[in-house]
């Protein structure tokens, strides 16, 4: 999966005319490349123009969207959703499970504190809260992952993936080819290992 940051306030933020490049190219290289758009509270005209220039093979909603927002989302551009879910406390893990029945996958991250980003922020959430929990859909781990520490994680809670975005970064929205090659060949010998 490869994924594209359309939020402005995020250092990561990229433009759909950008997008729509940098997408051609990874599907140049790559037939199976799954193209990710995350969105943060997009209006459905703002989705549209993405969806109509990068044909994402997922949308991430990372905002405050609620679960018929989600259900509005899929059946308005036929694309499956992530839906993004903050955790802070056991009563996070909970509520993760409404979103579970109209989102076809989770993303499992730190919930940001008051003034910070939805995402990115490099931060860790307690993986006790979610290890051994059910969620009835296919989940991503994510929330300040790098390839010193992905290893515990995904021990601890047998995520169907992870997501990394500051921990392959040598500067916010700054992506680091050796960080990311570490983190890749790390992540996939925990998730190998976790899966026997």
């Not at 250092?11 to 051609?24: D, N």
């Not at 969207?65 to 694309?79: G, I, S």
């Not at 991250?109 to 809260?129: I, Q, S, W, Y």
């Amino acid at each position: 999966m490869l994924g594209f940051v359309f939020f402005p306030k995020s250092p990561r933020h990229i433009s759909v005319e950008q997008a729509t490049a940098l997408v051609a190219q990874a599907r140049d290289l790559s037939q199976t490349v799954q193209i990710v758009a995350l969105t943060v509270n997009l209006s459905d005209t703002d989705l549209e123009a993405i969806c109509g220039s990068i044909a994402p093979n997922w949308l991430q909603l990372h905002g405050k969207e609620a679960p018929d927002r989600v259900v509005e989302v899929r059946r308005e551009f036929a694309t499956p959703v992530m839906k993004a879910i903050g955790i802070a406390n056991a009563e996070d893990a909970e509520d993760a499970l409404r979103y579970a029945t109209v989102a076809e996958r989770l993303l499992l991250d730190a919930k940001p504190t008051a003034g910070a980003l939805p995402g990115g922020n490099g931060v860790m959430f307690d993986h006790r809260l979610i290890a051994g929990h059910d969620f009835g859909v296919p989940y991503l781990l994510s929330g300040g992952l790098n390839a010193d520490n992905v290893a515990e994680a995904v021990a601890l809670t047998r995520p169907d993936g992870v997501d990394v975005s500051s921990g392959v970064e040598s500067a916010p929205g700054v992506k680091d080819v050796a960080r990311i090659h570490a983190f890749v060949r790390a992540a996939r010998e925990a998730l190998d290992s976790a899966a026997q």
